[in-house]
């Protein structure tokens, strides 16, 4: 099979798509690349519906954290104290045994699935992590801006709209922007969890674990893996820029964004 046959043939296979039987031995490079990749469709899939999701319950955490209502501001600091201060692999373990005794129950027989059960587990752990972030944006706008506001007569939602919200996304845009590659590295844990892989249509590193166990070599689908990620990586750090200086644009020259590194989270 020709490199261009094994890319027709798997290319789509995490989606069901294409050849259904996974090569057995004499593995190509290509076969590694083209299967691996093809993994990465699912690892796309959870990071970017995770971030759009969890970024709008982001936005309410981080706004329930400076409310002045008892209530509201302990509901979010036990949210964010739960998913922040628990393992994520713990996490998926947990919420796949809660799902399965809603199953039971007869509530919602479709969050067991991968594809919506891990989803819900990430929604909620970003939203924990970036909720604290934009808290300590929020925190962090000049009180100049907000005076600067009263001043022209903007109140309630107005202000928070045409002043604050833009200035606490501009100050938490960097420190957000690791938080969404952290995200997509943390997809990797998904088919490694309690949630099942169905027909063998794995992620990432599904593949590479595959291609590792059955040439017992871990020193050329890792890499690979590794190669996808950091491409994944330089993706975001672009798109992320992109929206930097959209936010920034106001200040002539936006800052940077640099890819600062979580060594423990």
Known sequence: MSCL??????????????????????????????????????????????????????????????????????????????????PLFIQFFLAYFIFLRLIQMGVLPFLT?????????????????????????????????????????????????????????RLAWPAYTNEAIFLFQATTLVFFTGFPTWRQQGDALYYANYFADKTFNPFIPYPILAFYFILLTLAIIGLFGLANRRLNQHLGQAPKIRYRPTLFR
């Open 113 to 169: 699935s991968a594809q919506a059960g891990a989803l819900v587990v990430l929604v909620l752990n970003t939203a924990a992590y970036s909720g604290e972030i934009f808290f300590g944006a929020l925190k962090s706008v000049p009180r100049g801006e907000v005076d600067a506001a009263d001043a022209y007569g903007f109140t309630g939602y107005k202000r928070y709209r045409r002043i604050i919200f833009p200035t606490m996304l």
């Open 5 to 86: 046959d094994t890319i027709q043939a798997y290319a789509f296979r995490s989606l069901g798509y294409g050849e259904r039987l996974l090569p057995r031995e004499n593995f190509t490079l290509c076969e590694q690349f083209t299967l691996i990749g093809s993994g990465l469709i699912w690892n796309v899939y959870f990071a970017v519906l995770a971030l759009v999701l969890g970024f709008f319950i982001a936005v309410v955490v981080g706004v329930a954290k400076a409310s002045s209502n008892l209530i509201v501001r302990k509901t979010a600091e036990t949210f964010v104290l739960i998913f922040r201060g628990s």
